[in-house]
Each structure stands twice: as structure tokens, then as C-alpha cells.
């Protein structure tokens, strides 16, 4: 089913907001991975801990979610599919990955504001894994986003198949 | 992803096989699974998971602390 033009033009707005809300977020959570890295200020690591998981709820599963689910939209609504062309599937594989990891990922992020509220080891906080991981999601997200500018050609089989019958209609 | 319909293959070049891409992402996309795999398994990266930063193993990752009033949304 393709959408009329004018819901396909604001389902695309809404999928190129929320996935590039998704990669600025991750951009800032890196930020704040980096500063809580290097800082020696315990109240400083403390409050960017509790910022990481607070903005994991509410803004980045938010916009995984979001972005998902605008995709889908997106490739139901067009004639482009979700399994017809090869950098399609690449970005749906890309971001299914990333909203699983993530969410995965908000149980580490739990345990880290639970204890930024119980404790003032700074060695307990000393961990380079937000940092691997939002480096980790930037990259998968930026590829994705390359992905759909550039919309490399090439039609998976089910696309060519699909492409065959309608011609032969 | 573009807001229009899908261009025709043809017009495009050539649609059938694997383009040469497809193959160089795939591979990349394989060797990059396998090497989390190894990092994991082979414990390089630490014990995966929430409580691979508790000194307890993760024990107190399941039981909040007195006090702690957080709400999971």
C-alpha cells in the first residue's frame, strides 16, 4: 500500500527527526561518557551518571523506538519495502540491532544511576563501557544515515522477483 | 529513506546478482559480529552484562538500596 503524498512527505519528516535526534543524542551521551571518564570530580561523575540513565529512558529508547517505527512506516508506505532493496534491509538490520543493544544496555546504565545515588567510589565509575558503546552506536547510526542518503542501488531476490511480476502484469 | 516511489533497478543499472557493496558491508558486518563474539566469550571485555562493574557479581543490581524511590518507566 503506498500513502498519498502528502502523509508520505510527513511520515518522511518524522523518520529523518527522529533518527537523527537518535544519532545527536548518542552524540551528547558520548559527551557526557567522556567527562565522566576523565573528570576527578565525584559529584560531577555522580550527576552524569544519573543524566545517562534518565536520558536513556526518555530520550534515546524513545527515539530508537521511534525511529523504528517511523522506518517501517516508511518502507510499508513507498514502494521502496523492507525487503526489496539491499540498503533497506542494511538500515532495518542496523537499527533493530542498535534498539536491542540499547535496551540491553539500559540495565548497565541502571546499575550505574542506582549507584550514583548510593555511592562516592570514584573508582566505581571509572568504566570505559559508555564510552564504547555510544562510540559503537554513532558509528552504526552514521552508516545508517549514509545508507539513506545515498540509497546504493541493488535489489535483493525477493525485489527482483517482485520487480519481474510487475513488469510481466 | 525517500519519500517518493522506488526508482527502477534498470534505469538505475544493472539489478541482478550481488552488487559488489552488498558483499563488502556483509563482510564487514560478519567480521564485526564475530570479533564481539570473541571479545565476549574470551572475557577481553569483562563479564557482558549490568554486572560485569559490581564487585558482587551483579547481586546488588537486583536489590535496590534502602531509600532508592527510581521508577522504571
Known sequence: MTLPLGLRRLALTAHIVCSVGWLGAIGAFLGLAVAALVSDDI???RGIYLAMEVSGWYVLVPLALASLLTGLVQSFGTRWGL????WVVFKLVINVAATVVLLAYMQTL???GTLARTSSDLAAFQSPSPLVHSLAALLLLAVATVLGVYKPRGLTPYGQRKQRSARSR | MENGPAPEESQRGAADGTPHWVKVFGAVAALLIILAIVVVVSGRGGDHGPGRH???GGAAHTSRPA????SQP
Open chain 2, 67 to 70: 531509600g532508592v524511590t527510581h
Open chain 1, 110 to 112: 541502571e546499575y550505574f
Open chain 2, 54 to 56: 559490581a564487585p558482587d
Open chain 1, 83 to 86: 525487503f526489496r532493496h539491499y
Open chain 1, 43 to 45: 559529584d560531577l561523575v
